[in-house]
């Protein structure tokens, strides 16, 4: 369990600050999260990796030279958000074009791919390659489908050698991809990581048993077993891979790999290496050449005791890239020329990132529009209370089929979003601009699939609202329906698939009838959030989308999806303010 | 706790070879531990470390080029025996002399103190620098009686950037003992650790309690308190160490240290780093400036929750010590040259160290002695039996006051003690000589205080013994009194220490007072086990000799020595022995 922490919500970012202090001449601090301390080389592909925090050494001990340009690091378990990975590139690039590259989450694959967007957009070459390694979470046949765990050091590694080779983007995505494609991961579990503050693991293994095919979220396993000896563990991870080479091999026998033994976060490095002695023997049995093993903690699952096994399959293509030198805070190979000169005298370096230059004015709104973003003020009040009040359940309800962040991920977004609101009302903003503030610092602030939904729908009601007129209910129900489209367009989401969706669709049905019948908004308000709480419950009875790259999503029947929940809490807050406003 | 494992008391080998398959580039396996996969440079003094398993990345993962040049490498928590302390030192020597150096405690002291005299004897320079960093375990007044925690680490670094500098061996004992003499530690923790196959922790501290300035051996701390913030940590952890600054030096104001913040093992590198965060601005505050800091596992007590820091003073003399390049496999600065170049392609290369040449003759023995040997066989069966029923109970009573390992090392060692013996009667041994043999392998492969306490006991009876004549009372009785004089010589214990010597004497004594009056060998072996079972229920009464090293000493009040306990149930099961064959 986590014990050495402030507050659970600063936990983050008080250890990437303390990792920049520790690790001056590896990395420096740039908004979103660190990039190298040395500039990346004029021309050179900067590739550019990320994910949530929680993963020590993923991701931010594996920047530095010959290894990755940059990490986005999101929150505990969060994907950073677009503008953190936008920014992190934008520091990282050296003309060269960008790679982003992370494991495969909903959330990051959301998160990436925006940022991909607006970077192409600005102009710089960028694409993404995301890491599909763990057997487990998918059939051979689904394996895009696949999640990203420990098989990430291998594709990063491949890419950051072929950029630091000076190989232009398109072949860095081409070896990135070849490396993904010929690294495959199995993981075992004795027990689920507990996060700061919690008061209990995301999953509990029973004694002496152990979860087979884990997560890194502390998604619990595909099926459990024994706990076995540290032979018997060796057996089954090495076996399990054996069965399934690169696509057109026949036989290991002949073969060379890169072997990951993977620490989860809470097995001692001797218990690795017992472990380690009869891979290496089984290996060898089999007519496997092992290039350069690691075994230690490469990506964690917090506190998590598990391990796993990951065989990069090389090629004579890969295998230099595997084996050049690197030299970052967690990974370090061969041999480099002397590290950047940052001068232990000066610990007066900046630290913190230089924070967005805040916005000072505001576009002009009408004094009715002023009066309404008080409203709309008061509300996301209302929503940072509510928040508040159950991110404990929400994360416990998350936990179940998720990785149990839902919780701290909405109360950053909510509080953050207040926050934005209460500048744009003292600058003097409309309603329209107020929520369109809002929907930034929610999605920035906090990251993960759900800040990104948020963000658009804050940001859709807001356009809808805008700046000039007194907000009517006929604009408000136009900016829920706009934002059930946008979150389905985004989110690749349909009513049924156990998400959000489920519960902003009828919200937004029952409100526009209520409109069209003529009642006033907040008795309209009040039949959508009736509407919402209802359809919450009955995610209850579906089976989330993810199904297959989330092999435990049976476990979820009986529970309700916790970002529906919160939709239908927050929709009932809001109802509150309206109708005392309605007083 | 400890999960993967195969056999308890194997654990710590088979780490050992895994940890080796997986660095070839950096060690190779030698009798006793590992030394570098590079020769010593050619008059270059050879800087050997070691001590108990459970520690990594101390001490094997400190083994490489600007670091140790070899490690010996005892069970968990146990001393290295002399035997396996000189192999590697022969191993790493290269012809400018070897420094040994290693952490306070009385097993490592007895066996490092024992292989110095050997190479000493043997015409090899050889030297000791004992590490005393945690200033918990003792005041500053009486330094010298300090325990060795993640100090370690700045002495070894300190001697080994010195060796590699070509500094002759007076040189690098000087500068070692200086580093030795500018670092303090201390720490804290939050629980106990687990070793492989126990079921309990060694010691557990009350949820939301923490104990203050811990050992690396589950020795529980000195006080307990309320579980500290991040923050508040930082600060106890500082606060502390800047109260005892170096000899002559008044404020910290404008000093320059090496910084570790160490995790004992199942702290979370975030959390270390949320610490850290803290520990630099204190620091930076108080006008420190910090020199290559460490964040991270250096010198762990297997997964034991609790950090420590260590402020290392430096000089103008011991900074580009400190700073110097260095690559072992869990430590690396700067840049160095190529690695030795082994293979991947040879999993041949050798993995288990030369075996000692096994004796294949032994001295000339009459009849009578070796018939005596058979009845010295069945008493060291005997030995083994009890050993193993009373393992678990042994070690509960060691966990009371020292590091809960006696059971493992008695069951080790009367193994092999027995096995030796087997071999050496098969050889035709008489009583002596096979005594002296089991002596040999008893020390050598128990390790430990109480290892090497038993190889004396076992050789001086065997010496008394003799093989020419049928062993009698009086010869055994003489070498049981030789026994206790020899153990009071080399544990430097007396009578009331609360040490095994507390029956080994009173066994003595009630074994010659028997035989003097004429008593047979089972009568008198009756009355001398006896004696030695009511001394050993009286060290309950006892304080600890080492009680200002070991502060907890009061906790052992009301529990005996187990040491003692040990002797006591040894004896009487050899009496067993004795009278079936009387019978």
């Known amino acids: 369990m986590t014990r050495l922490f402030n507050t659970p919500a600063a936990f983050a ?10 690790h001056r001449r590896w990395v420096r601090r ?5 990039v190298r301390a040395t500039p990346t080389a004029p021309g050179q592909v900067a ?7 929680g993963h020590y050494p993923a991701f931010s001990g594996l920047v530095g030279r010959g290894l990755a340009h940059g990490a986005a690091v999101g929150n505990v378990f969060a994907s950073p958000s677009a503008q953190q990975v936008h920014q992190v590139a934008k520091a990282a690039h050296g003309g060269g074009g960008v790679l982003l590259t992370f494991g495969n989450y909903a959330g990051d694959v959301l998160h990436f791919g925006q ?24 059939p051979a046949e689904e394996s895009a489908k696949r999640r990203g765990v420990a098989g990430d050091l291998a594709v990063f590694k491949t890419a950051a050698a072929a950029a630091e080779a000076g190989l232009p983007l398109d072949e860095v995505v081409r070896l990135a991809r070849l490396a993904n494609a010929r690294t495959r991961s199995f993981g075992i579990a004795f027990s689920g990581c507990t996060l700061p503050g919690a008061d209990a693991p995301l999953f509990t293994v029973p004694e002496s048993r152990m979860a087979v095919g884990l997560g890194i979220h502390g998604e619990p396993g595909l099926s459990e077993a024994a706990v076995p000896t540290a032979d018997e563990a060796a057996e089954l991870l090495v076996s399990t ?14 073969l060379r790999a890169g072997v990951i033994l993977n620490g989860l976060g809470a097995v001692k490095y001797e218990e690795l290496f017992v472990v380690y002695r009869t891979v290496a023997r089984l290996l060898d049995e089999a007519g496997v050449v092992a290039v350069d093993p690691e075994v230690g903690e490469l990506v964690t699952s917090f506190d998590m005791a598990g391990v796993s096994l990951t065989l990069f399959w090389l090629t004579e293509e890969l295998e230099p890239l595997w084996t050049a030198p690197a030299d970052a805070p967690a990974y370090r ?9 940052v001068s232990p005298e000066s610990p007066e370096n900046p630290e913190s990132p230089e924070e967005q230059p805040e916005q000072t004015t505001v576009p002009q709104a009408s004094e009715e529009s002023r009066a309404a973003a008080r409203t709309v003020l008061d509300a996301l009040a209302a929503v940072v209370r509510t928040v508040d009040e159950h991110a404990d359940e929400l994360g416990r309800i998350d936990a179940v089929a998720g990785d149990g962040d839902h919780g701290i991920g909405m109360r950053r977004g909510s509080e953050a979003a207040y926050e934005a609101g209460r500048r744009a009302l003292g600058l003097g903003a409309g309603a329209g601009t107020l929520l369109c503030h809002a929907a930034d610092a929610w999605a920035d602030r906090a990251g993960g ?16 609202l805008g700046d000039a007129d007194r907000p009517d209910a006929a604009a408000v ?20 698939d156990k998400t959000m969706v489920d519960v902003l669709v009828p919200l937004a049905g029952a409100l526009g009838e209520a409109v069209a019948e003529g009642q006033p908004l907040a008795a309209a308000w009040d039949a959508a959030a009736t509407a919402a709480e209802a359809a919450a419950k009955a995610t209850a009875e579906l089976l989330p989308r993810l199904g297959r790259a989330r092999p435990h999503a049976e476990k979820s029947l009986g529970t309700p999806d916790a970002g529906a929940v919160s939709l239908a809490l927050i929709a009932r807050a809001v109802h509150g303010v309206l109708a005392a406003k309605n007083d």
Chains 1, 2 share one sequence.
Do not use: Y
């Open 477 to 496: 129900a136009t900016g829920v329906a706009a934002a059930a489209d946008g979150v389905m367009r985004l989110g690749k989401a349909e009513v049924g």
């Open 30 to 34: 740039v908004p979103g999260g660190v």
């Open 241 to 254: 891979l054996l069965g399934e080479l690169p696509e057109g091999v026949e036989t290991p026998r002949g």
């Open 333 to 341: 190979k061969g041999a480099l020329g002397p590290t950047a000169d």
């Open 13 to 22: 970012d008080e250890a990437l600050e303390g990792f920049v202090a520790a």
């Open 47 to 53: 590739v550019v990796i990320g994910g949530g925090s």
């Open 449 to 464: 699939t759900s800040g990104a939904l948020w963000g658009v729908i804050l940001r859709q009601v807001g356009t809808a």
């Open 115 to 138: 940022a991909e967007e607006r970077l192409n957009a600005e102009g710089i070459d960028c694409r993404t390659v995301v890491v599909t390694d763990d057997i487990s979470s998918a």
